[in-house]
């Protein structure tokens, strides 16, 4: 290769590099979430501790109907409030319950079950705070989030008190899945379909898994008009417009 064209390469190189940078640092928000400690977007919306792929997955759908039920609060909490109906969440860590409540929209309900040791291993008393944390949901949900308290394989316990709540038209979200394999695989034999979602996370300088659980009869609508959505730092284009249309106005109509 002649020097010319080898320089030529190396800056379109960098600054290709750059355009990706810019996109996770200032259109995802990733660079304000680790200078102003708070997960949130380029719009200064709340975000969860999800991998970013997750996150643009969930702003696909239309959860305005949706019951909300978390394991762990947090700016999740906030995420979830600004567009499910309601939103149930346990806390185990008490300064963090109270920071979240005094955030929290009405359409939050926290529930505050401690978890006061961290012990290699847990004598039975902190054994009993596990249980009243993971059965602490009740009711149906269309969304169920494992995440929060992940100690002595408390997850795991999470979910398989978790699974009889979720909503056979529903989506249960494991985060921190790469790390949590049995749980994974207790939710893929429940019958659930999995996908995972890999990548960087707001506010974490390491890539991590977070893993959605479908169940048989999922069916959420979507957000908007278009789904999926034009992804964050994505180029708008539709190489189907004349299809799309066709689809959208008349599926009686025969597609070429």
Not at 27 to 44: M, P, T
Not at 58 to 70: A, G, Q
Not at 143 to 152: E, Q
Request: net charge neutral.
């Amino acid at each position: 290769m002649k020097l010319g064209e080898q320089i030529k390469r190396t800056i379109n190189a960098i600054r290709f590099s750059a355009s990706a940078c810019k996109i996770l640092l200032f259109d995802q928000g990733y660079f304000a979430s680790i200078r102003n400690g708070e997960l949130r977007d380029s719009d200064k919306n709340y975000l969860p501790w999800f991998t970013y792929p997750a996150i643009e997955a969930l702003n696909n759908w239309d959860l305005s109907d949706k019951r909300v039920f978390e394991y762990g609060s947090g700016f999740s909490t906030l995420f979830w409030a600004s567009r499910a109906k309601e939103v149930v969440s346990v806390e185990h860590n008490r300064a963090w319950y109270e920071r979240i409540a005094k955030l929290a929209p009405k359409n939050v309900r926290l529930i505050l079950a401690p978890i006061e040791k961290n012990e290699y291993h847990p004598s039975p008393e902190l054994r009993e705070q596990f249980d009243v944390y993971a059965d602490a949901i009740e009711g149906c949900f269309q969304i169920i989030v494992l995440d929060g308290y992940a100690r002595s394989r408390v997850r795991y316990l999470c979910a398989q008190k978790a699974l009889p709540h979720l909503d056979s038209n529903g989506l249960m979200i494991l985060d921190n899945s790469d790390w949590l394999p049995a749980s994974a695989l207790f939710l893929r034999n429940a019958g659930l379909i999995e996908v995972d979602f890999n990548g960087l996370v707001p506010g974490n300088n390491h890539t991590q898994t977070t893993s959605f659980f479908f169940t048989r009869q999922f069916n959420f609508q979507p957000a908007g008009s278009r789904q999926p959505k034009q992804p964050v730092g994505g180029l708008p284009d539709n190489w189907e417009k004349n299809l799309e249309a066709q689809l959208l106005g008349d599926v009686r109509k025969p597609v070429e």
